[in-house]
């Protein structure tokens, strides 16, 4: 016998799947359906303002669903007001009576037996799949507007969920978006591994000391390096620089200088920072110089970030810098490398940065002013960005589906994530669609 999620009634009633010449209520009142109501996602009944007529009488008011009459109760809504306004208590199976708080019979449609037998057999068959993508053998029998339709929904919703987390910096920065806008660059050069800390460093160190000193380079650098504690064993005299090492030496006195002039408090310690399991292109000594180097690049960042980078091309001639010739031979203090490089921020690092920080920054920014041409504007520059390759990708992949850009490769990120992974196939539009009887 198959178990049915409440989820599942909700969507036969949105769309009334079910036997109408059955529609009679636990009461053998005649049933007419006039208008089903708006589904309510938040506290309350699930659809609420439907127009229901029995026995020719016309009753407005609110739809509540259930897979017993009896979770009524269980759910407490006879002793809640909200509720007293319910004209129709649909459920699978009818239990119990079910009264109102001032003691009237709720009319009730029990689905058990009327609801058609396609739909069951579509749902049954959904939710029974093995694979992690359920309705992975369907997809080819699904329309390409549909799916485009539910990645546009999946990928506004990523959008949105990312660029919360940047108002949230934008809150605690008092509305600071220049600020913020600083802090998010640390944190997304931190790809996760070092994301908390970067943030962390980002915070130590006020953006408009950085900008007091936007010409020179190495007064940055010192600050960034100091405040990150990797000059702690040099301040302890627990490494000594040698002479060919100039640069160490002149980030060490410049960042003694800063400590004082500013009042500097270090808060990191350099346990704090992630090596292993890293990529050494990926070293947090190697992207703390290439945020130097960026925020070099602009005394207004951003209105670099916001206006100056139109296409990808432009954002990645922005983020292509060069870091201190001291690291084309080091990837950490006091510790050469034979081997040569540029420590160029790469290709694919470029596309990471465009989808995890400038996108983030525009929506936010498009959401704190009320502007749908943000929303536009992030997805034309996703469009113009390969799409990744990872784990979750490699999922749709293995059912052909592939992502053509980074527009559709993040929108299949967070259908996987909101819907997939947690089997809320009937909150999404394919799942809908694969419900759906021939016949309508």
């Not at 407005?60 to 009459?69: R, T």
């Not at 940047?166 to 070092?194: C, H, I, M, P, R």
Request: include cysteine.
């Amino acid at each position: 016998m198959i178990s049915f999620q409440e989820n599942f009634l909700h969507l036969v009633w949105k769309y009334q799947y079910y036997d109408k010449k059955q529609a009679i209520t636990t009461e053998d009142r005649p049933l007419q359906v006039v208008k089903i109501g708006y589904h309510n996602h938040h506290e309350g009944p699930d659809f609420k303002e439907a127009h229901i007529r029995l026995d020719e009488i016309d009753h407005i008011g609110h739809v509540e669903i259930h897979l017993k009459s009896s979770d009524w109760n269980a759910h407490n809504h006879q002793s809640d007001p909200a509720y007293n306004t319910v004209v129709l208590h649909v459920v699978w199976e009818h239990d119990q009576l079910i009264q109102r708080m001032d003691g009237t019979v709720i009319p009730t449609l029990e689905l058990k037996g009327k609801v058609f037998l396609e739909v069951v057999r579509n749902y049954e068959r959904l939710i029974s799949s093995s694979s992690q993508i359920l309705c992975g053998n369907e997809l080819s029998n699904t329309s390409e507007i549909l799916k485009f339709s539910m990645l546009e929904k999946s990928l506004i919703e990523r959008l949105y969920e990312k660029s919360k987390l940047v108002l949230q910096l934008l809150e605690g920065n008092n509305q600071d978006w220049e600020e913020t806008a600083y802090q998010w660059l640390f944190y997304s050069l931190g790809f996760k591994v070092n994301s908390q800390v970067m943030l962390k460093l980002a915070k130590s160190l006020p953006y408009r000391l950085l900008k007091k000193h936007g010409n020179q380079r190495i007064s940055q650098e010192s600050l960034i390096f100091g405040q990150a504690g990797f000059l702690d064993k040099l301040i302890h005299g627990l490494f000594e620089p040698t002479s060919s090492e100039p640069y160490v030496k002149q980030l060490l006195d410049e960042y003694l200088f800063f400590e004082k002039k500013y009042q500097l408090k270090p808060q990191i310690y350099l346990s704090e920072w992630k090596f292993m399991g890293v990529r050494p292109s990926n070293y947090p000594t190697i992207r703390l110089s290439q945020a130097a180097a960026i925020l070099a690049k602009s005394p207004n960042f951003l209105s670099s970030v916001l206006y100056d980078m139109n296409s990808r091309e432009q954002f990645n001639k922005f983020f292509e810098v060069k870091v201190s010739p001291y690291w084309h031979r080091h990837y950490q203090f006091g510790k050469p490398s034979e081997k040569f490089s540029n420590r160029k921020v790469s290709t694919g690092t470029l596309d990471l940065l465009g989808i995890n920080y400038v996108i983030p920054i525009w929506y936010a920014y498009g959401t704190f002013i009320d502007s749908m041409v943000w929303q536009e504007k992030c997805f034309d520059f996703l469009q113009q960005i390969p799409p990744e390759s990872n784990n979750i990708l490699g999922k749709f992949e293995a059912v052909d589906w592939k992502p053509a850009q980074a527009f559709e490769s993040q929108a299949m990120i967070g259908l996987f994530n909101n819907y997939c992974k947690p089997r809320k196939c009937l909150t999404c539009k394919i799942g809908q669609n694969l419900l759906r009887p021939s016949s309508r």
